[in-house]
């Protein structure tokens, strides 16, 4: 009897766990077909969809961003239009969505494998941007900082 409830467990294991290997795979692919689903090539690939800009700018954002940028963009940024290691920001906000602004800081290495702006901008600069882990909110402000720095008010 013992013997019995053994070979079925077994078998329930084997069972499981072959399903869930598939499973994982099924969802592996899922992710990849998320990922080419919610690509809009204005706005990148990442979690920011929509970003809402207020005007006059707001002058705390602009201030956190400017330190920002001054920390840990400006080594390879320009505030004009020369390329340093990557490209200078001169109306990169008259360029791009904000929202693909800020998915390309968020999400670097996505966005420069599988977005057709970023792999152009790599291929012109040929070093790829250095992953900065910024927050959503850090993003923001440096986004706001760039809306100043293209003549923004």
Known sequence: ????KYSIGIALFFIVFSCAKNQSTETAELT???IDSITDPAKGIGVVRNVALNTPLEL???EKGK???EGECNSCHTLDDQRLVGPGWKDITKRRK?????NMITNVDVMLDNDDQAQELLE?????????????GEARDVLEFMRQNDGEK
């Open 1 to 4: 009897m013992k013997t019995w």
């Open 32 to 34: 990849k077909a998320e």
């Open 60 to 62: 705390d954002r602009v």
């Open 67 to 69: 330190a920002i940028y």
């Open 98 to 102: 904000p929202e693909w602004i800020m």
């Open 124 to 136: 012109s600069c040929g070093t790829r941007m250095a992953v900065e882990v910024l927050t959503l």
